[in-house]
């Protein structure tokens, strides 16, 4: 057995880049808006680039504006699979500092360590940084759908919302061709794993005090569009029992819905986040609501169940029907990667949680292709994501960035013990 290479990550330089990386698009009291191929995102990855070149890493970046930094080993063939890690640089409209970068700062941080340690590498390591994971153009983690060819059909020329640009649009700006976006495309069968670090977006890390979520899969999602008629009416004219009133019928779904989610236990959420009332004004009876629910589980088969319980609360409801707009299956993360992100916690004595992602990443993209993957979360303070206030305790990047260099090195060790065929 080959001696253990010790990597030590630096929090000072992790903490420096991130704090500078949250310079892009800073506005002040709005929180970062780096949005996919903004200008502040083209200036983020620019900023990027030299840092990782400055760290040792050739860089190029694909048809899609994915980043790709390379180490290659110096010793054995170059053509092994890679380890890979990374996330995204880009942040919702109004975001955080840390969703996303987090990630690649972490990714940079533990590669430039394993580079400094001096181990002697058995197969090369990438770093990722994937374009448009949140969706600003159309749909999100676009960069890695790119990278194995699971673009929709036309999506690239479609946008958000009118007047918005698409990406084709902001690819061409960029001085890419969308045509070729095929010239990006990489086989699955040039990576060993791949890793992401992410910060949890949710409370559940903080509440039990522990620096390291283990991420076992990612949840099913489905989202219905519920739809409930009533009778709209003069509001001062029509006396309370010759009414049938849209909203108060809505808000009684509400109220069933949500108890059927909590007596789902603890596998299940579920939110309706969005509804319409129409005609909407104030002197008018409301004769018709829309309302978008969302459910998340990690178990298909409590998805199943509280969607049926839903299903008879609206149809058991006069005039009110639901509708199926979408549903994602969950994806599980590899045992053998959860097994050696654990492993690399004990070694250090660092607590650990086993949990679902409730939250979609670039890391739901590997599994598809059978790559084996692996997530590790960090907390985030009080929960927050995807706002201005999110943040998170540089203690905790910093331990995220160690398990994550332990994690590379553990997975590089296997490959050079056990070579593919
Ligand atoms: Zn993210």
Not at 230 to 246: I, N, V, Y
Request: with cysteine; net charge negative.
């Amino acid at each position: 057995m080959m001696a253990k290479a010790t990597v030590q990550i630096q929090e000072s330089r992790l903490r420096q880049d991130l704090l500078d990386l949250a310079r892009f698009g800073e506005d002040p009291g709005r929180g970062i808006t780096r949005t996919a191929l903004n200008d502040a995102d083209l200036a983020a990855r620019q900023w990027f680039k030299e840092r990782m070149r400055e760290a040792g890493l050739k860089v190029h970046e694909d048809a899609a504006a994915n980043l790709i930094g390379r180490i290659d080993p110096a010793a054995g063939p170059t053509d092994r699979p890679c380890i890979a890690t990374g996330s995204h640089i880009d942040t919702v409209v109004q975001g955080g500092k840390f969703d996303g970068a987090l990630g690649i700062c972490t990714s940079l941080e533990a590669l430039r360590a394993i580079r400094e340690s001096g181990f002697a590498l058995p197969c090369p390591l990438e770093l990722l940084v994937f374009t448009d994971e949140e969706g600003g153009h159309f749909a999100g983690t676009f960069g890695s759908r790119a990278m194995f060819n699971l673009l929709q059909e036309g999506e690239m020329e479609k946008s958000r919302g009118a007047g918005m640009s698409s990406l084709a649009q902001d690819l061409k700006r960029m001085g890419k061709d969308p045509q070729k976006i095929y010239q990006g495309i990489r086989s699955p069968s040039e990576f060993r794993a791949f890793l992401e670090v992410h910060i949890e977006q949710g409370p559940v890390l903080e509440s039990m005090d522990i620096p390291i979520g283990i991420v076992e899969g990612i949840v099913h999602l489905g989202r219905y569009l519920i739809q409930v008629e009533g009778k709209a009416g003069h509001a001062g004219t029509t006396p309370m029992h010759l009414r049938d009133d849209a909203l108060v019928k809505a808000a009684e779904i509400i109220t069933a819905v949500n108890e059927a989610v909590r007596s789902g236990g603890p596998e299940i959420v579920g939110t309706i986040g969005e509804i319409g009332v129409h005609p909407g004004v104030i002197n008018v009876i409301p004769g018709e609501v829309e309302m978008a629910l969302d459910l998340r589980s990690m178990k298909e088969a409590t998805l199943a169940s509280v969607k049926k319980k839903i299903d008879e609360i609206v149809h058991s409801t006069d005039n009110a029907k639901i509708e199926t707009i979408l549903t994602k299956g969950g994806v599980k993360m590899d045992p053998g990667i959860m097994e050696a992100i654990e492993l690399s916690c004990r070694q250090r004595g660092i607590p650990f949680h086993r949990m679902w992602s409730g939250a979609g990443h670039d890391a739901m993209t590997f599994p598809t292709q059978h790559i084996p993957t692996g997530m590790i979360f960090v907390p985030c303070v009080g929960g927050e994501s995807h706002c201005p206030n999110e943040d998170i305790r540089f203690e905790d990047a910093a331990t995220g960035a160690q398990v994550l260099a332990d994690t590379v090195v553990r997975l590089a060790l296997q490959e050079f013990l056990h070579p593919p065929p």
